[in-house]
């Protein structure tokens, strides 16, 4: 069984650019997670899914970021403008359901902004 | 409010030394769960564990063992007769029953064994 698919794993983009994340969830999975981990530090939600809904973006930072899950199987991560702060590594996360069940983690895309 | 403490933020052992990462958490909630996760230098985090706040048992998985007490709000991680591989930075995680099922990570600790 395929796990969780990012792309891309390396981002390199000047300050006031705009970046893209993708991530494709385990089949079957309708929880999707888009975590933030700055280094030396664990994961901080930024936004869940339930299927097409997003039911928790309370830690997004809305003035430059976005999501969308359109079909409720793929989701992209948007920042725009970035800034030097966003440089970091961004996880996606898949579950079955959203309370009892274990999240499984894609390889994350790492961003550097300069 | 939630939070997860994971005090140790680098430990150092020879192979074949046994180890044990300690892991501290706060919750008000009656029903939660907690985790363990590896996250090796590839980045992907992986699962390693998942207990609920009912269930107190100690579980024992080859090498790995965790010992669960509620007592001590403690989810301690024990690796015996550690190896090479299991260098790699080691993630406490909690998740409440209410409050959106947020889980939330400890900062980790990295683990080094030397050959």
């Known amino acids: 069984e395929a796990g969780v698919v990012q792309s891309p794993r390396y981002k390199i983009i000047e300050k006031k650019q705009p970046v893209a994340f993708w991530c494709n969830p385990i089949s079957g999975h309708n929880t999707l997670y888009w975590y933030l981990q700055n280094l030396g530090q664990g994961p901080e939600l930024l936004i869940r899914?339930?299927?097409?809904?997003?039911?928790?973006d309370s830690q997004l930072p809305k003035d430059r970021f976005s999501a969308e899950r359109l079909k409720g199987v793929d989701s992209t991560l948007k920042i725009q403008p970035a800034e030097l702060g966003d440089s970091a590594v961004y996880l996606c996360a898949s579950s079955l359901a959203p309370m009892a069940d274990t999240q499984y983690f894609g390889p994350g895309t790492r961003l550097t902004v300069l | 409010a939630q939070k997860v403490t994971q005090a140790q933020t680098e430990i150092s052992v020879v192979e074949k030394e046994d180890v044990t990462l300690d892991c501290v958490y706060e919750t008000r909630d009656t029903t939660y769960y907690l985790f363990w996760y590896k996250q090796p230098p590839s980045g992907e985090l992986v699962f390693l564990i998942r207990?609920?706040?009912?269930?107190?048992q100690n579980e024992i998985s080859g090498r790995y063992s965790w010992n669960f007490q509620k007592s001590t709000s403690s989810f301690n991680f024990t690796i015996t007769a550690s190896q090479v591989v299991d260098s790699a930075v080691y993630f406490c995680?909690?998740?409440?029953?209410?409050?959106?099922?947020?889980?939330?990570f400890g900062a980790g600790t990295r683990l080094f064994v030397k050959a």
């Open positions: 995680a909690l998740r409440e029953n209410t409050g959106g099922f947020k889980t939330i």
């Open positions: 207990r609920n706040s009912f269930d107190e």
């Open positions: 899914y339930e299927n097409e809904e997003a039911v928790d």
